[in-house]
């Protein structure tokens, strides 16, 4: 069990760390805080789910088409870059834009998921899961804690129009380029 444990901490810090300026950012942007933890929890057991099912042998399948998430955040890019200013940071924080960018960016979690799970038993890949969901509220504290520091979230607001369209279609092409 402590090696579930410990495999499951190392396997989501390994593919996950990378959210944190993600999670900054819509922290940052959102009226509501509350949605940017739902988002990512939606796009994390999105992100579970595929895994698991991958595991039990859909994986060939999964893998030949995960390139295709790459166009969810090429979508929100072009669309936070033609919304308003008053309506940008409401779009890019939604929680259906937030668990949108957490499946997309997540083909390296699914990339580590699928084979861990996949040597693991029912009970195994229970444990991993709860392990997952307990991080992802430690990420999401530590990235809603960075992005109340007035320096960062003042400037993340402020550039913003500018950061999020960008981010989101450079994210979308390097998933496509990477995964083709």
């Not at 999964?62 to 008053?86: M, N, R, S, T």
């Amino acid at each position: 069990m402590l090696e579930v444990i410990t495999a499951a901490i190392i396997s989501f810090v390994a593919t996950n760390i990378d959210d944190v300026l993600m999670l900054t950012l819509f922290f940052s942007l959102a009226r509501r805080k509350s949605s940017v933890f739902i988002g990512q929890y939606i796009g994390m057991l999105v992100l579970l789910l595929i895994s698991v099912i991958g595991a039990y042998g859909a994986s060939a399948l999964l893998e030949e088409h995960i390139w295709l998430l790459g166009f969810v955040p090429i979508a929100l890019g072009v669309k936070a870059a033609l919304c308003k200013d008053d309506e940008e940071g409401r779009y890019s924080a939604s929680i259906s834009g937030i668990a949108g960018i957490t499946v997309s960016n997540g083909a390296d979690n699914i990339g580590v998921y699928i084979p861990l799970f996949a040597q693991y038993d029912a009970l195994s890949i229970l444990i991993t899961i709860i392990v997952y969901l307990i991080a992802v509220a430690l990420l999401c504290l530590i990235a809603m804690n960075i992005s109340e520091i007035d320096a960062i979230g003042e400037r993340v607001r402020k550039y913003s129009r500018m950061i999020v369209p960008v981010l989101f279609m450079f994210l979308g092409c390097g998933i496509i380029i990477t995964l083709r």
